[in-house]
């Protein structure tokens, strides 16, 4: 036996199967004399074929039907293959290609060319024949025009299709259907009786294109008609890095999809829209539980508090600002990562946030307002020592003398103090008096110092306490908070989901908010961000300024995923965004859990597919022990 395995070591790695064979044998002490009689093809071979009946072939169990493509249109507008690559039949296509020798293939239609001239003009008995003949003589100067003129090369083109069921009843079905998808597609197909070995084999990789069966299938195409035979366009996306989507459901070829693949994708951007239960929050908590476990920062704006149990299972972060809550968040916060290393302009910058924040609380301010309302925030920073040199924002470090410390939180001014100063004059009087419950009354929570440390990779901003007509205030705040965090850091991958987006680009909102949605859609690519807006109001979506903040939210975004949506929603959508009459009735018939998603440029139908421990920590089910331990020491 070590002789043996001498003579196979010169073959590769058979020697190491070999050798694990022997150890095995070894073990179990047996003298089988068929031992070491087997090689690799023998392993790699079916048990059995069987090919009495002409009109299948049987395999291990599985029944093959072959067709041959016998025919098709003269001239094709479509993939002639698309429609059998996107059933779910189980079939082996193989396509053949022989190019011909340009020389001769022209030598030999001149000659053809100058024969049938010759008989059209000689014989007018036969009107059948001379109308082939006429037929045939235009297609031939056709394709030597083409190869001389265009220098388009001719080929023979051979198409076999081998379908396999589990049972004869099963196959037939299959066959009868694939006969009919083809000829909608102008193939004409016939059955390969007395044929299937042959056609069995030419579907394997061993490129043997059998002579028994080429004759039937040969025809010629040029080098232009070879792009309707391309078998590569069934709207798969299988992303080397990406996580896992779900299911194409023509096709049933599973989806990966990275987002943050800058060589494939434009930017990492997602717009999610779908009407309620339709199944875009469990997608959208389905792709930040998937995105946890890669180490991704992910920050969510929660107006529905529909997040808050992901947040625990994953070990995340929960801010919650509210009449009831502890934590609080300072809108005149200036943070240091709020510019970039090189930047400058700290409070010319917050200025341009604060003017969007008071248009939400003030409405609608005119310049000559917008240019009071600035003096009086420049006059508060003056109070805290701020000014427009950066360096106003910097004290001394008391355990480093030559280093300087960015101010604190309790070194920025705070929401109260703003409406003194605004009570102070008679122009700004009547906005104080807007300012009044942010001080005194029901959202005093927003007139404190921020009091709370964002480390977390994972953090829901549940802004659900606040209520109809104050979530646009929270939802804002913490957008501008988690900006600032984006742009910490441009190597490391984050992504900011503002659900329900409509409040802050919708006619609720103003300009100046809209528009800083807008740039983080934007710019965010640049920090190596994603923006995921999420809503199932489209027409509030599209409602401010004509829409024009929405429609560039949605161009900027190169993942769109729609799940089931109104009709209503639907007819705004497809006057937004390229849609076909065929993708606006299945968006209308999509069942929970489907979505049509445009990923860069495929558009493919998927069903979002999640496991039972997924399902579990989502929908927030108590049966999690098991599930807890496993969950957190990955993420750890």
Known sequence: METQSKKYNKKGGINIFFNIILHEKQNNKTNNFLDGSRNI????????INIKNPKYLEIDNLFYGGLIVVNYYREQNDILLKSLLETNINMNISIFY???????????????????????????????????????????????????????????????VDIFADNIKDLEYYL???????????????????????????????????????NAAKRNV???????????????IFDEEGIFIGKNIYNNSLIFVDRYDTNKYKNANMCIFGTSGAGKSFYTKLLILRYRLMGIEQYVIDPEREYIN?????????????????????????????????????????????????????????????AILEEKIIELYLLKNINFDDESLYIENKNNIIS????????????????????????TKK?????????????????????????????????YELGEENLKYGMYLFTELFWDKIKINRKNKKAIYLDEIWRLIGVTSNKEVASFIYKIFKTIRKYGGSS??????????????????????????????????????????????????????????????????????????????CSEKEKQIIEGEKEREDINSNWKSRIE
Request: charged letters at 30%; glycine letters at 4%; one cysteine or more.
């Open 310 to 370: 992901l947040a625990k299972e994953l070990e995340g972060t929960e801010i919650k600002i509210g009449p009831s809550s502890n934590t609080y968040v300072n809108v005149f916060d200036i943070r240091e990562e709020s510019l970039e290393d090189g930047e400058k302009g700290y409070l010319a910058t917050k200025i341009a946030k604060l003017i969007g924040f008071f248009n939400l609380i003030f409405g609608e301010l005119d310049e000559e307002e917008k």
């Open 431 to 463: 906005l104080a008096i807007k300012l009044i419950p942010f001080i005194k009354g029901s959202l005093n929570f927003f007139n404190h110092y921020t009091n709370i440390e964002l480390n977390n990779k994972l953090i829901i901003a549940d802004v």
């Open 176 to 214: 009868n259907n694939i006969e009919g998808i083809m000829q909608s597609k102008g193939m004409q197909t016939r059955r390969a009786n007395f044929r299937q070995e042959q056609i069995y084999k030419t579907c394997l990789p061993i490129m043997e294109n059998n002579i028994d069966i080429k």
């Open 532 to 609: 995921v807006a999420i809503t199932q109001d489209i027409s509030d979506l599209f409602s401010l300024e004509n829409g024009i903040y929405g429609k560039s939210i949605l161009n900027n975004s190169s993942i769109k995923s729609f799940f089931s949506l109104e009709e209503d929603n639907i007819k705004i959508l497809s006057e937004n965004i390229n849609l076909s009459e065929k993708e606006k009735i299945e968006i209308k018939s999509l069942k929970r859990g489907e979505s049509l998603m445009f990923i860069g440029d495929n558009h493919i139908l998927a069903k979002i597919e």
């Open 98 to 160: 022989e190019k011909q020798d340009s020389y001769k293939t022209i030598k030999d239609l001149t000659y053809h060319i100058g024969n049938v001239g010759v008989d059209i003009k000689e014989n007018n008995q036969n009107r059948e024949d001379i109308d082939i003949a006429i037929f045939t003589y235009n297609d031939a100067k056709y394709i030597r025009k083409e190869m001389q003129v265009n220098n388009e090369d001719l080929y023979f083109l051979y198409i076999y």
């Open 222 to 236: 040029l080098t232009s008609g070879l792009i309707s035979t391309y078998p590569f366009i069934t709207s798969s």
């Open 404 to 427: 300087k410390k960015f101010k604190s939180n309790l070194d920025m001014p705070i929401l109260e103090e703003f409406y003194d100063i605004l009570n102070q004059d008679k122009k």
């Open 41 to 48: 093809q023998d392993n790699m071979a079916p048990a059995y």
